[in-house]
């Protein structure tokens, strides 16, 4: 299935119009997406450190999914980088 | 909620309002207001910075905010009013960055509810910095993962997790 995620901080500069679409298994975990963004990245957008994904989080517009949670369909997602609010 | 005010203003549109937020959170049961004003400053890391643009996740961080003043209340057991607004977008010197006032019948409260509100903002809300330098030049701030989850309760910031803490 299509995900959609959109992209927030020095992640932004993984793509101009601000989120990306992977291709995921059905089935697939948090965890999984993690590892399939930071290929994507490595390949697409070499110019982003693809370790970022690594300490970034995975979030709904509601809350955060955590690794082993199952990537939710039909809802676009947020990738987190570590977060410098205030 | 009445006593928990939160928003994300957009600086192109509006500026922080202190005195909006000293207003929110007065209440004929409170003798105690405490309030903290983060502002864009000259010099970070040893490099000159000229502004600071703020990137936000908006729904998740009003959640967040809304999250924290639920968190705040449970913790402080003292009736008290909350407001944290945030600023979006692109600040020059000077600007407002974040407000968070606290509301409560004494001042120990009021103190304790406001840093525990802006260390959460902090640390767990959905927002990045870009400092723009003198030179040209520009970084995103490094900052807290949320990968991990805070602890119940752990409501002391005051820099023993590893990460120096200089934001």
């Not at chain 1, 992209?7 to 399939?36: C, F, K, N, Q």
């Not at chain 2, 006032?101 to 509100?117: D, K, N, Q």
């Amino acid at each position: 299935m299509k995900v959609r995620i959109a992209l927030y901080g020095a992640l932004r500069e993984a793509d101009p119009r601000g989120h990306l679409e992977l291709d995921v298994p059905p089935g697939s975990t948090i965890a999984d997406l993690r590892e399939l963004l930071a290929a994507h990245l490595r390949e697409h957008a070499p110019q982003v450190n693809a370790g970022l994904v690594r300490i970034s989080a995975f979030a709904s517009s509601e809350e955060i999914l955590h690794n082993h949670r199952e990537v939710p369909a039909d809802l676009e997602l947020a990738v987190l980088p570590p977060v410098s609010g205030g | 909620m009445d006593d928990l005010h939160v928003a994300v203003v957009e600086r192109a549109d509006a500026a922080l309002d202190v005195a909006a937020a000293l207003d929110f959170v007065s209440d004929p049961r409170f003798g105690g207001i405490s309030v903290f004003v983060g502002k864009v400053r000259d010099f970070n890391l040893g490099r000159q910075v000229v502004g600071i643009s703020y990137d936000l996740f908006v729904p998740l961080a009003l959640r967040t905010f809304r999250n924290i003043g639920e968190r705040a209340r449970a913790e402080i057991g003292a009736p008290m009013k909350l407001y944290i607004a945030h600023a979006k977008g692109d600040l020059g010197l000077g600007d407002l960055a974040v407000v968070v006032a606290a509301g409560t019948p004494h001042r120990a409260e009021a103190f304790r509810t406001c840093r525990l509100a802006i260390e959460a903002v902090k640390h767990e809300a959905p927002i990045w910095k870009q400092e723009h330098y003198v030179d040209g030049d520009s970084a995103w701030s490094e900052g807290c993962s949320l990968c991990e989850q805070p602890s119940e309760g752990a409501q002391d910031h005051s820099g023993h997790d590893g990460h120096g803490h200089a934001h």
